[in-house]
């Protein structure tokens, strides 16, 4: 059954998404060779504590920490370690938390240092596509159009579109129904109604769109150990149009502020 949220309702999951990113903004100023998965998951656990909520991965199915960090050819559900980041890594950091009842459930792929541009353009592709989904999300369309602009893009590009993991509904639960697959027909699925809110979060890979699951029982691999990105937006249908309740504004200024001190 699909939970659609009032306007009271999308308010507070905007306040859930917007702690989710302040954390990665914060997490973003600290991205760099050297730095250890654990140390940022420390950082990211004092953030959202201070927003007065609480992590929403941590203890959730029994993961065991606030972040999902998962590096180069680890595609989702990485666990925070810590074996210090390397140039030329990129790092996928998704977070949740849980305030008034409600999720925020939003991830960024970073790179550590510099990267190569074949990766670079993973990134790109990655990111254009989330945003792509997001513009199908209109009342009277269906849960496969998103998928369909997601695959459509990254297969343009000759990448690997998961299949295994799916973006999903989002509210007083984690995972809600609809499912969102990243791939999809035009004009299959769940009709998009007024209040739906989902997660929208298309992993990408640079080769084969194959996963594995480590014997750790969570971190998922590409098949081919080629890197993967991951981007997630929480987005509300509005007035029949789709507005994304999480931003990546922190994010774009700690980076480019980051990016300014190299000049
Ligand atoms: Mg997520
Ligand atoms: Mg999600």
Redesign the pocket.
Known sequence: MIHYKNSEEIELMRESALIVSRTLGTIATMIKPGVTPLELDKVAEQCIRDEGAIPGFLGLYDFPATLCISVNEQVVHGIPDKRPLQNGDIISV?C?SLKNGFYG???FTFAVGEISDEIKQLLKVSKESLYLGIEQMVAGNRIGDIGHAIQSHAELHKYGVVRKLVGHGLGKKMHESPEVPNFGRRGSGPKIKEGLVL?I?PMINLGTKNVIQLSDGWTIVTADRKPSAHF?HNIAVVNGQPEILSTFQYIEEALSKVHASFI
Do not use: F, S, V, Y
Request: aromatic share 0%; charged share 50%.
């Open positions: 998704d949740g459930d939003h991830a997660a979060e997630e």
